[in-house]
């Protein structure tokens, strides 16, 4: 009998290697005592019982620890659990979990639209509309009606950590658990330190990610953190792609080539067209200077087609089917001759290259700027939150197979030959320049 890792190249071998050895070192944060002493959590609150509220929720029902979820309309608290309920009973109806369990699960969780009821929480997590008045708001009254020490975190995914603990009196209990949708199945969980995040409550969420089996991994505070920082570029050019004369289907194809989960594209239909609307509305002031900057998807935002929610988004979906849309490669030609872009054929090899490399880059950025501790974390964060393969190592393990120097020379390549587009976005990132004038085929702090 074979085993799975028979069919794996040497190459392939090391990368799983590599990402294992990552996910070992992923909770040794500098500075930091081993035996530093935690916090208990022994009930959890959760603000907002939507679709990444209740997810959120299942993960501490599913490790035995009781969950109060806050609504503000009764009828929302029932429509979240029974969606719980309905999310358990499908694992039943699989044979995957047993009806005893799924009734130990649902006992732990309660509903209540008073913040009053979370007096005696030791860890609440907000998951709330991506705002920063909403959730101002919100931590306001957290720090009014939480127990002194309760561990107050937030589910943002771009917006800044600093700024929501400033709203409470407690900055050092405040700290970002950014949870990856759907909740309840994806692995990742970005733990955000605020610059004010006490050691021992970011000891605490490291060893609670560990019961709720999450694999964690520490950012700073950056616009998108890790993940989502890294996502900007690689959809800019999946965007930009379409308005230079690639089709969705074609860009998304060579994603899955490669080997990732989903194209960038199907990504944003799963998401929703209308979340990446959102984001790029809060940053209008940093992407305003290129005029073609996602603006397909914004037409499509402003068409309602919001992605597989509405049927239509960059592919049109009918029961479950997806389909190239024509009219998505008309507007990418209506929009490129408003914007005076020339069309022209684009190979597989220009989509890989400039999608991948300019998220491997900003990468190296990220690395350089210490959001992330190292290089590993950020593999950890793409194989466990966006479906890069493991086999593949992530983005930095696989640009280190790639070679430095050619990523670097393929960056320099777009910046001087597309025009105004490639001066404005083609960038190396400092490190990676010194990693390669210094012949270094590791990608680490110099």
């Keep these: 009998m074979t085993s799975p890792q028979d069919h794996y190249t040497p190459e392939q071998q090391q990368a799983l290697e590599h990402v294992k050895q990552a996910e070992k070192e992923a909770s040794n944060i500098p500075g930091i005592s081993p035996d530093i002493q935690l916090r208990p959590i022994n009930k959890v609150a959760v603000i907002g019982a939507g679709t990444m509220g209740g997810g959120i929720a299942m993960n501490y029902a599913n490790a035995g620890?009781?969950?109060?979820?806050?609504?503000?309309?009764?009828?929302?608290?029932?429509?979240?659990?029974?969606?719980?309920?309905k999310n358990?009973?499908?694992?039943?109806?699989?044979?995957?979990?047993?009806?005893?369990?799924m009734d130990k699960r649902m006992a732990l969780l309660s509903g209540t639209l008073s913040y009053d009821d979370l007096g005696d929480v030791d860890l609440?997590?907000?998951?709330?509309?991506?705002?920063?008045?909403?959730?101002?708001?919100?931590f306001g009254t957290l720090d009014k009606v939480c127990k002194p020490g309760a561990i107050l975190a937030s589910n943002t995914s771009t917006l800044d950590v600093d700024e929501i603990a400033a709203s409470t009196n407690r900055p050092q209990d405040v700290i970002g658990l950014h949870f990856f949708s759907p909740a309840n199945v994806m692995r990742l969980l970005e733990i955000v330190r605020g610059e004010k995040t006490a050691d021992d409550a970011l000891a605490t969420c490291l060893n609670m990610a560990k019961n709720i089996k999450k694999v964690a991994v520490v950012s700073g505070v950056c616009f998108g953190f890790i993940g989502n920082r890294m996502l900007e570029p690689?959809?800019?050019?999946?965007?930009?792609?379409?308005?230079?004369?690639?089709?969705?289907?074609?860009?998304?194809?060579?994603m899955t080539a490669t080997g990732l989960a989903m194209g960038v594209l199907s990504m944003y239909d799963l998401a929703g067209i209308d979340v990446g609307y959102m984001v790029r509305e809060s940053r209008r002031d940093e992407i305003n200077h290129d005029p073609g900057y996602c603006r397909l998807a914004d037409e499509l935002y402003h068409l309602g087609r919001y992605g597989q929610k509405t049927g239509r988004g960059f592919y049109i979906y009918e029961d479950r089917e997806k389909k190239e849309d024509p009219e998505v490669n008309q507007l990418a030609e209506k929009i490129a001759a408003d914007l005076g872009i020339q069309r022209r054929e684009i190979s597989n090899e220009e989509i890989h290259d400039r999608c991948l490399y300019m998220l491997i880059n900003e990468g190296i950025q990220i690395l350089d700027e210490g959001i992330a501790l190292r290089s590993g974390d950020?593999?950890?964060?793409?194989?466990n939150g966006y479906g890069f393969p493991a086999w593949l190592g992530g983005p930095m393990h696989y640009a280190e197979q790639i070679g430095l120097k050619k990523i670097l020379d393929s960056i320099r390549h777009y910046r001087d030959t597309l025009g105004e587009y490639g001066t404005m976005?083609?960038?190396p990132a400092p490190l990676l320049e010194k990693l390669v004038a210094e012949g270094k085929t590791r990608i680490e702090k110099i």
């Design 124 to 138: 609440v997590i907000e998951a709330v509309f991506e705002s920063m008045n909403v959730k101002r708001q919100v």
């Design 65 to 85: 620890i009781p969950v109060v979820m806050l609504e503000l309309k009764q009828e929302a608290l029932d429509k979240g659990l029974d969606i719980i309920r």
């Design 378 to 383: 950020i593999d950890l964060v793409w194989i």
């Design 234 to 254: 690689y959809a800019r050019e999946a965007h930009r792609l379409i308005l230079e004369g690639a089709t969705p289907a074609q860009v998304d194809g060579v």
């Design 425 to 427: 976005w083609f960038e």
């Design 88 to 101: 358990y009973q499908r694992t039943v109806s699989k044979g995957k979990l047993s009806q005893e369990d």
